[in-house]
């Protein structure tokens, strides 16, 4: 069964402290993909990675960065954190091929900043 | 103007009921759809794809989409408390394996 798991579920987190999201699917699979998803916003895209250290900034990359070392593993980077970082985060990975391949979400991580 | 826009409910409806939620997209070429279920506080998980226009069916749940009006839908017969989740409409451009979503709708069936 396909797999993508973020490691922390439930964080909180002050402001301006250094946050990692950790996101490793074990699919094989090229494209990984960063988003947010707030009420009444829907899911925003952040970043995304089509290969090993490769990246391209999403809609709403400001605040955030994000590092890919191993094909597996996609780390979301809060450099400072704030309060309007407070979200749902969800990491999400797809095989190369084109439209149409399915995305596979993680079960998301949820951030909150005081 | 958003590509896709989908209308957020939220939705109640009795156990037993036909439900349909509905999505509009703004830019033709997009050819391939899909609905996406979430349950509260879990990721997003494919529940049916279409290509083009035309119904595809999978169990009590179908799939529609209108590349006349640019309209896509999905009916859920004889709900469930099991479906009471958000359903979110998504689309890639042509080429692209990044998905535009829609917001969301939020179904509840009561029992």
């Avoid at chain 1, 925003?44 to 809609?59: A, H, Q, T």
């Avoid at chain 2, 899909?34 to 990721?43: F, T």
């Avoid at chain 2, 595809?56 to 009471?84: C, H, M, N, W």
Wanted: hydrophobic fraction near 30%.
């Amino acid at each position: 069964d396909v797999k993508v798991t973020q490691s922390s579920r439930y964080l909180v987190k002050r402001t301006g402290e250094k946050v990692f999201l950790e996101c490793v699917q074990d699919m094989d699979h090229e494209n990984m993909f960063w988003y947010r998803q707030d009420p009444g916003l829907g899911l925003r895209l952040i970043y995304f990675s089509y290969d090993v250290k490769m990246k391209e900034k999403g809609d709403i990359p400001e605040g955030y960065s994000v590092s890919r070392e191993k094909k597996e593993r996609f780390s979301l980077i809060l450099e400072s954190a704030s309060t309007n970082q407070t979200s749902m985060y969800l990491c999400a990975s797809t095989r190369e091929g084109g439209y149409g391949n399915t995305i596979y979400f993680g079960e998301g991580s949820w951030l909150t900043v005081v | 103007q958003k590509e896709v826009e989908q209308d957020p409910g939220p939705l109640s409806v009795p156990e037993g009921a036909i439900v349909s939620l509905n999505c509009t997209y703004s830019n033709s070429a997009f050819q391939y759809f899909m609905w996406y279920r979430q349950y509260s506080r879990k990721g997003p998980e494919l529940l049916m794809y279409t290509y083009s226009s035309g119904n595809k069916e999978d169990g009590r749940f179908t799939a529609q989409v209108d590349k006349s009006s640019k309209y896509i839908s999905l009916f859920i017969r004889d709900s469930q408390p099991s479906d009471s989740a958000t359903y979110l409409c998504a689309t890639p451009e042509a080429g692209s394996y990044q998905l535009t979503f829609g917001k969301g709708t939020k179904l509840s069936v009561i029992p």
